[in-house]
């Protein structure tokens, strides 16, 4: 029932960012002036909750525009209506929905959805990674040098000692290949799928990472904060690889040795 419900809610918030892919909406700006939310990211959201609402009424949901509905439910439903809104509001079409669930501290579903690309990634802990019911696993990339990689850059705490610029600057410098696209929840994904090593950034939110650091590890990758601890969403820091090359990059993001 609760897999029935994500793929519903997955849904009803993708129908939303296709209503309004390529057109004309309402866009206001968060604490930066490129920080945006638009009208489009409201109607995912709601759409999203309405659906989840019906079914289950009693359990919490965390959503990334309307904060935290509180219950006494040891389920809680983790809400990105739009991961990638600036590329969104752009018309780039690397956007998706993201949405995780967890129990009693630990997420055991999640589901992100690319409805432009038509990319459904779906994992339930214990049970695989899918890619449009299709099993994936990560890369087997043993080297960081010769690792294709991806990251995200934050709005602010550019300049810290192992800083976004300072570890880019560092990988950059030996010719490895770091994308950046512009949503974490599909850089996870990517990684998922084996088409990225590896994924690091230094300031995600719950809502960007919960689904997609579940979709690695069940794609058989590995997932940890920068000192290599479990992963916690609900902490900034992620390192999402393939396993093998983990502790190699794992130096990279490291603030001893900066
Ligand atoms: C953003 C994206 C981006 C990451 C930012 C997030 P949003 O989410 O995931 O890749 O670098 O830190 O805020 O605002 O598009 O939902
Ligand atoms: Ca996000
Ligand atoms: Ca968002």
Redesign the pocket.
């Known amino acids: 029932m609760i897999k029935s419900t994500l793929l519903k809610a997955v849904h009803a918030g993708a129908e939303q960012l296709q209503n309004y892919f390529g057109k004309k909406f309402t866009i206001s700006h968060k604490e930066g002036i490129n920080n945006l ?1 638009t009208e489009a ?1 409201h109607a995912s959201e709601k759409a999203i909750i309405e659906t989840i609402k019906k079914d289950f009424p009693a359990h919490i949901i965390l959503g ?2 309307s904060g935290e509905i509180i219950s006494s439910s040891d389920i809680k439903w983790i809400v ?6 600036v590329n969104f509001a752009h018309g780039i079409p690397l956007c998706c929905v ?1 949405i995780a669930v967890e129990k009693q501290g630990e997420i055991f579903m999640g589901a992100v959805y690319n409805p432009l690309l038509n990319e459904l990634f779906f994992a339930e802990k214990g049970f695989g990674a899918t890619l449009n019911e299709n099993k994936i696993s990560v890369s087997d990339q043993t080297q960081v040098i010769k690792s294709c990689l991806v990251t995200g850059f934050p709005y602010t705490y550019l300049d810290m000692p192992n800083g976004p610029l300072n570890v880019f600057e560092k990988l950059i410098r030996q010719g490895i290949p770091v994308r950046r696209l512009g949503s974490a929840a599909i850089d996870l994904c990517w990684v998922a799928a084996g088409r990225f090593d590896g994924f690091y950034e230094h300031k995600l939110e719950a ?2 990472s919960a689904a997609g650091y579940l979709i690695v590890e069940e794609a058989g990758g590995k997932v940890t904060d920068f000192e290599g601890n479990k992963f916690s969403p609900y902490q900034p820091h992620i390192l999402a690889t393939n396993g093998k090359i983990h502790d190699e990059l794992r130096s990279y993001v490291d603030k001893n040795n900066f």
């Open positions: 939310v990211d990334e525009e990105d209506p739009i991961d990638g809104t993201s809502w960007d």
